[in-house]
């Protein structure tokens, strides 16, 4: 089971105040400089001033300051002319701590969120009761209730429609961190010989997300086993894990025929898919017991697995799957490694939700044939800047009424910025723009989601983006996969003679009119987006995109 880190020191320092300030040649004429310091008067347009180290705030009594500040493993819905979105409890300096559970925010431009409150400051009582309910069955002890510690993760929200009528529902996840044999609290002085307890999942509903108001529904799933009741654990660095599906993560998806299913689980032997009813949002076939004799037996009834990193293994580096459907196509997103540094997002997809979900180059990720391609996100640095690290664990959600989709998580700072030997604990929610780039020049309409090396700010469609404003020096990232290693930026000049130099030897070309950049033989879309890591902040051009054989992503901006 993987492990959330709640930091306790938080530093004053001053924030940067960025105004907006944009190229000229990035936008229509006749708009000066001078009239773009504050607001583009054209389309009313601002970039985002907010800062990326926001421990100057962090406190619970600059609540109304946070905008994207103190996001964990966010999950967003459409509801009522708002972006909902929920995460894990987690802050700096865990600042959130007795404010109740699963705290959210809202938005309805998806770069301004004020926060609202979550479904509920108590662990629902079920969650006691059906531990104990099971560790009676396997012959154990009750935990008394104020005894187990209780651990708020990753839920996931969806609107649906219930008997004709518009709802949010809510599939949460809480972690009892108690051992098995004797309940003790999870502690090295306190190792028993056990692993520790079940997660758990649960879910609730709304009709009213602004005033916090939900009813809980109670139990879905749980941790399960394909061990029996053989909790036995050699040592506390063994991690050939008592459970064969852990009961975090789960993503929810309606299908084209109308079927609800939930993916979940992580890091232990891989993700399983779960059919739930539509109308109660349960399990739509009895789970039974959370424990078998094998995996065959234990699958049937708490679900197929669909995905695995490594075949075979009890503990992997993967979590945090996210599915959506797009064109024929389920695209399952996930987390690769820890999420303090290493966090990057990697996609797979299938035509059938129950897979086989393949990779860009036919890796089965199903069978568990190792790291899969493209790249989404990893950890990188452009010039002039701290850069991020820790991008995953990803929400990915449609635009209202648009064919744009989002790749939403959080983004951790490096340790000690700005002299903060803690800030590797601030967590900024991060929203980009996804492209869908080909999988190589010979196959223009093989399509993968890329997201945007820079955060989404709501840049308005200046217009066509010529080849000649192209031309220029580059800030390119090879994003390769190096484990808690950030991808740094190099200089990459796009000459005016279709040339390239720097980062990047051979001809580059441009297509107007799908905004697809060839980098050799690696196409690239292009998109605007601001400058974060300017100051002042502007408007640049940026680019995402793969090829099926480079086992990386190409990333870019434009210099000023």
Known sequence: MRFKYLLILAISIIALSLVGCNDDDLEPTGITTKDKEETDPVTNFTIPTYADDYSSIASWGNLNQWNLANVHDPSVAFFNGYYYMYGTDASYGNEAAGHGHFQGKRSTDLVNWEWVGGPFYDAPTWVADSLNAIRSRMGLDAIAKDKINYGYWAPVVRRVNVGGKEILRMYYCIVIDNYIKTGKANTAANFDGSWTERAFIGMCESTDPAGAVWTDKGFVTSSSSDRGTNYSRSSLSNWDAYFYYNAIDPTYIVSPEGKHYLIYGSWHSGYALLQVDETTGKALNDL??????????????????????????????????????????????????????????????????????????????????????????????????????????????????????????????????????????????????????????????????????????????????????????????????????????????LNADGSMSGALTGIWSYNTAKKQLTLGNVVVCVEREVDWEASPRHITFVYAGTEKNLNATYWGKKKK
């Open 288 to 493: 039974g017991e959370p424990y078998a004799n094998s995996a065959s037996e234990l699958s049937a009834r708490y679900g197929i697995r669909i995905g695995t990193r490594t075949a075979g293994a009890r503990w992997q580096g993967s979590e945090a799957p996210e599915i959506i459907y797009k064109d024929g196509y389920y695209y399952l997103f996930m987390a690769y490694d820890g999420l303090d540094i290493p966090y990057n997002t990697r996609v797979v997809r299938s035509t059938n939700i129950e897979g086989p979900y393949l990779d860009i180059t036919g890796r089965n990720f199903t069978n568990g044939r190792g790291d899969c391609y493209p790249i989404v996100t990893h950890p990188y640095k452009f010039n002039l800047s701290n850069g991020w690290v820790g991008i995953s664990h990803c929400c990915i959600f449609q635009k209202e009424n648009t064919n744009e989709w989002f790749y939403m998580s959080q983004g951790r700072l490096p340790a000690n910025v700005n002299g903060n030997a803690y800030s590797n604990a601030l967590m900024m929610g991060h929203v980009r723009r996804i492209v869908w780039c080909p999988a190589s020049e010979s196959e223009p309409d093989n399509l993968w989601p890329i997201a945007l090396p820079e955060r989404y700010a709501a840049v308005p469609d200046y217009g066509t983006i010529s080849k000649d404003s192209l031309v220029g020096a580059w800030e390119h990232i090879n994003l390769k996969y190096k484990y808690a290693q950030q991808d740094a930026a190099t200089t990459l000049n």
